[in-house]
């Protein structure tokens, strides 16, 4: 397949790569060129100057960029890539943004021929990396089956959760989860240090029991050792977090323990800590002891 791939970024750059291993035809476009240059010496491919030449005869057309806005400002415009987009192809959003934003596209979509995917991802840095991201969906489900063989080149799972706007749905119930569960682990870890346990044993311990997950499995260790210079951005959870909470709003749903958490990160930003992985958590805890 032809396929355009919008965004660069940690989550991107490998992802496009894998597409092109795969052997599809990708051609890239970054908003900062000389990351599309990198990425075209790596993988071979092609890179474009705007969207919109991305997107020229391509079959699927993929983006992974930062907020609402930045989405729109790669899909409409005379450069955006919904002017090259031929009918019949396909728009896929791996960014995470509002369920408002995915409905827009899709209507905007529509008027052109053109299929659309809400696509969120969810795995970090590392499953984008390794080809291990979990892909939450929504749309059409002959646009999903069209796409999903391209999908599962980057991906352990890829899911049709529902219509369009359902797979940002779904990453704000991941985003959710998240919140509470590192603050857990990071209140259990530091409860561990302070009762003189070693979080060596506590933490195999607690592998193979009921407070296993991903984030036990791939963060507690890291906190236990002070090292958060890696992983997802707090900045970027805050983000992630507002669009939960306007959602929330919407179909009358409590957050409580969400927004308790999004105050500690605010707290963790205002003392520099904006480019920290998540699990930063932990520092709050050091710091009130103290």
């Known amino acids: 397949m032809k396929i355009a791939f919008i965004g660069l970024g940690v989550m991107g750059y490998p992802m496009a790569g894998h597409l092109q291993n795969a052997g599809h035809d990708v051609v890239v476009f970054n908003r900062t060129e000389t990351k599309a240059v990198t990425w075209v010496a790596k993988y071979s491919g092609e890179r474009a100057s705007t969207p919109h030449l991305a997107a020229l005869n391509a079959d699927l057309v993929l ?10 400002s790669v899909v409409y415009g005379d450069d955006g890539v919904l002017s090259a987009m031929k009918a019949n192809a396909i728009l896929i959003d791996h960014t995470t943004t509002s369920a408002l934003l995915a409905e827009e596209l899709s209507a905007a979509c529509a008027k052109s021929d053109v299929h659309f995917l809400d696509a969120p991802v969810s795995g970090g840095q590392a499953g984008a990396e390794n080809a291990l991201l979990t892909i939450m969906t929504g749309g059409a489900a002959n646009a ?11 991906a352990k799972k890829v899911t049709l959760v529902g219509d369009v706007g359902a797979g940002q749905k779904c990453k704000m119930v991941n985003q959710l ?8 682990l990071a209140e259990g870890i530091n409860f561990a240090k302070n009762a003189g346990l070693d979080e060596h044993i506590v933490l195999d311990v607690l592998r193979n029991g009921a407070a296993q997950s991903w984030q036990l499995e791939n963060r507690t260790l890291t906190m236990a050792q002070g090292k958060f210079d890696f992983g997802f951005a707090i900045d970027w959870m805050r983000k992630d977090l507002a669009i939960c909470f306007e959602e929330a709003e919407r179909n009358g749903s409590l957050v409580p323990i969400a927004k308790l958490v999004d105050g500690f990160y605010a707290e963790l930003q205002h003392a520099g800590e904006q480019r920290s992985d998540t699990s930063v958590l932990i520092k709050r805890l050091h710091k009130s002891q103290h």
């Open 63 to 72: 983006m992974c960029v930062g907020n609402d806005d930045d989405v729109r």
């Open 144 to 154: 999903y089956e069209r796409a999903l063989p391209v999908l599962d080149i980057m």
């Open 177 to 184: 989860c998240i919140a509470g569960l590192v603050q857990g």
